[in-house]
């Protein structure tokens, strides 16, 4: 294509069109609008479908049932939105439906600032629907990112058949930035579902780590689908015997598949033994501070992920093991850094926290790296 | 990715919302990137209103990678209202640039601050106030040089809605004719 200055919104609009999402549920919400923008002029032009429901609640069940129906399915919000999306983010889970959910953070907590910048939304990623469950979330730091991990998003969604959230941020949303986008045709993801009838199928098979091909209402094959928990065919049970393995295959299934799942970027310097470690807009602070840190001779590592959830935890703890001191910045009060912790113990991290809708500064990192 | 920070020139531009100023941001980094083969971010924050309220766009203008994507300390700082001069006028940096529609601006307590009548230049030359952001962009780019002259032109016209281009590029050029009277008057 060609150089075009761009928002991070619309590269999450395009990513969704070269995946091949053709259909778009969802209720305009600051700062994530521009993504229902693009997505209402152009997926209309590829076949696609855009509905703009009554409210979070309806846009998660209408992507819910247009996935099973056969379509690619994605819907954009942020905080407010996000929140009321919970329950039917749990029952896609639950139900392994694939689809991607996109949410710009903001100022939160509640209405908070609907202008204005936030990483507030990490653990309501994580766990804004109740009970234990597999999710993936990814989070750009650039405007190309955007488009490309909203590429991934829908190709780990479909793949692991779980809800993946695209987790991303008013600075990265908003901000625009020259990006050259690949030529759709050259994007093809691999049809991961059933598409026509052809043999036995059972839709909640339980091999230890296996992912059960999802089949297309309509092709078919007759099974049910409920948010109770349900044997193999899908009906619901409370026999114990039939809930344990499903348990075991249904919080296992990404677990032997981190390596296509967990995606990070590390800039090591020998002998380093400061690191900063973040994602999303607070990656860019981080690196612009890193330069100015290594400019004034200090040896520091950076590490920047890109997949939040699962949390790449055996990467964090090789860092924890590496280096004395890691940095953990971001726009909100310490929420990624309880992981950090988690992995390599309160006393090796520092938090730089900024949860006022402004952006963390490369100053504060820098004197983070002094303290 | 491990080199040194790029020297960076960092603009902020301020005005009422609904004065164009997020898209004079938009079309110089636009400039800049697509027609200057530079490097270059766009930020912008600007209050719930659809008009009214202090509104501001920040661009980043490197020859190299630009990471943190907002401005750390201006170089230049462009005020089209009284708001936005008295909320944004003091965050130049120390011999930077500061320029002030004093056609919109009334109270000016910055005697560094160069004064361009940049609404009723718009006026006088277009017919149309809204034309404000584009003669703002004249003379920014003709007191800065940040982006070439011919980059900006081609970023105006581009953006300009069809039939308007000729106007917005005799705004542009009233822009580029304030700045060459303000260097040649050789003060701010």
């Known amino acids: ?34 993504v229902a923008e693009i997505l209402s002029r152009e997926l209309p032009k590829v076949g696609g479908k855009f509905i703009q429901m009554e409210d979070e609640i309806a846009s998660m069940a209408a992507i819910i049932g247009a996935s099973v ?58 766990w804004g629907t109740h009970g234990d469950h597999p999710i993936i979330a990814l989070s750009p730091t650039s405007v190309r990112q955007a488009f490309d991990l909203t590429v991934k998003a829908f190709e780990l969604s479909e793949k692991y058949r779980t809800p993946v959230i695209l987790l991303t941020d008013e600075i990265i949303g908003h901000m625009r930035e020259p990006v050259d986008l690949p030529d759709f045709k ?97 990656a ?18 950076l590490m920047t992920l890109l997949t939040i959830w699962p949390f790449p935890e055996a990467q964090v703890e090789a860092l924890g093991e590496r280096v004395d001191r890691i940095i953990v910045p971001e726009m909100n009060l310490g929420q ?32 983070a790296l002094e303290g | 990715m491990t080199g040194s920070i790029a020297p960076r020139t960092e603009i902020r531009l301020a005005g009422e919302g609904g004065q164009g100023m997020i898209l004079a941001g938009i079309i110089l980094a636009e400039a ?42 201006a170089d ?21 640039l500061l320029i002030v529609d004093d056609d919109n601006v009334r109270s000016i ?12 230049l718009a006026l006088h030359t277009t017919g149309k106030s809204i034309t404000a952001n584009t003669v703002a962009l004249g003379v920014l780019v003709g007191l800065t040089g940040v982006v070439s002259r011919e980059a900006i032109e081609k970023a105006v016209t581009a953006r300009a809605p069809r039939g308007t281009e000729e106007m917005n590029r005799q705004a542009l050029q009233a822009g580029f004719t304030a700045a060459e009277q303000v260097r040649e008057g050789g003060s701010k």
């Open chain 1, 284 to 301: 860019r602070t981080s690196r612009h501070a890193m330069k100015l840190a290594r400019a004034r001779g200090q040896k520091v590592d």
């Open chain 2, 32 to 73: 800049a990137a697509i027609y200057d083969g530079k490097m270059a971010v766009q930020t912008q924050s600007y209050g719930p209103e659809a008009r009214g309220g202090a509104s501001k766009s920040e661009v980043v203008i490197s020859a190299g990678e630009i990471d943190h994507p907002e401005v750390l300390s």
């Open chain 1, 1 to 34: 294509m060609s150089i075009k200055l761009m928002q991070g919104n619309d590269a999450i609009g395009w990513g969704a069109i070269a995946a091949g999402c053709r259909f778009y549920a969802g209720y305009p919400i600051t700062p994530s609008t521009e």
């Open chain 1, 69 to 126: 129906g056969g379509l690619k399915s994605m819907t954009a919000t942020s905080g407010p939105g996000f929140s009321l999306m919970q329950e039917n983010i749990g029952y896609a889970a639950m139900t392994e439906i694939p689809c991607v959910i996109v949410d710009v953070q903001r100022l939160g907590p509640s209405t908070g600032q609907p202008t204005a910048a936030s990483q507030g939304d990490v653990m309501q990623a994580r």
């Open chain 2, 76 to 96: 230049v700082v462009v005020t089209l209202s009284q708001e936005a001069f008295d909320k944004y006028a003091s965050t130049v940096k120390p011999g930077g």
């Open chain 1, 336 to 367: 990624l850094a309880y992981e950090v912790e988690r992995m390599v113990g309160r006393k090796k991290v520092k938090r730089v926290t900024r949860a006022n809708g402004e952006m963390v500064t490369p100053q504060m990192v820098l004197d």
């Open chain 1, 186 to 282: 050259t994007i093809q993801l691999p049809e991961y579902r059933l598409t026509k009838k052809d043999g036995e199928y059972i839709p909640y098979r339980n091999e230890p780590g296996d992912v059960p091909p999802l089949a297309n209402f309509g092709v078919g094959y007759r099974y049910h689908i409920t948010a109770l928990f349900h044997d193999q065919q899908g009906f619901s049970t409370q026999r114990v015997d039939e809930i344990d393995p499903w348990l075991e295959r249904f919080n296992s299934k990404l677990d032997k598949h981190l390596d296509d799942i967990l995606m990070l970027e590390e800039d090591r310097m020998p002998g380093a033994q400061l690191a900063i470690l973040s994602y999303g807009a607070s």
């Open chain 2, 109 to 120: 307590d910055v005697p560094e601050a160069v004064k361009i009548p940049i609404g009723r």
